[in-house]
């Protein structure tokens, strides 16, 4: 005498419903993370005769000037001399950051020939010091934009 078995049959949970949740919290998420915003006090600081500005780390600042020179610790090199430079200041720093200031003439391939002398000397970021562009020609730079 033969019995009969249970049939076995697989169970799979349907994921469907969870598929469906998983894409709504997603498109709920795109729709409401567009529309967040910083928010941010404007404060008057007060004045201090007797306060003292905190020491800025040293920065390695290239200039090149409108006839394609460069200019570092107020002294004009090559760019041979330039790399040989960068490398030596780099080595001394904490931060391996160089900021590149130039001409708004200068050629293309001389700024970039000083980018690549930062990056081969061990830069871990090279930064383009800049001017507000609506106030007077002056030299007060804004915040660098980094190139890293």
Do not use: C, W
């Amino acid at each position: 005498m033969q019995f009969e078995g249970r049939r076995r049959t697989s169970q799979v949970p349907n994921l469907t419903p969870l598929i469906d949740i998983v894409f709504l919290l997603l498109v709920f998420f795109m729709l409401t993370s567009h529309f967040v915003r910083d928010e941010v006090l404007n404060i008057d600081l007060p004045e201090a005769e007797s306060g003292a500005a905190l020491d800025e780390p040293q920065q390695i600042e290239v200039i090149i000037t409108e006839s394609g020179e460069y200019l570092i610790n107020s002294r004009t090199v090559t760019l041979d001399e330039l790399k040989d430079l960068l490398h030596n200041e780099i080595k001394k720093q904490k931060e391996k950051v160089v900021r590149i200031r130039g001409d708004k003439n200068v050629d293309l391939g001389t700024a970039i020939s000083a980018f690549d002398a930062a990056r081969e000397a061990g830069a871990s970021g090279v930064d383009i010091v800049t001017i507000e562009q609506n106030s007077p020609a002056s030299d007060t730079p804004l915040t660098p934009a980094s190139a890293q």
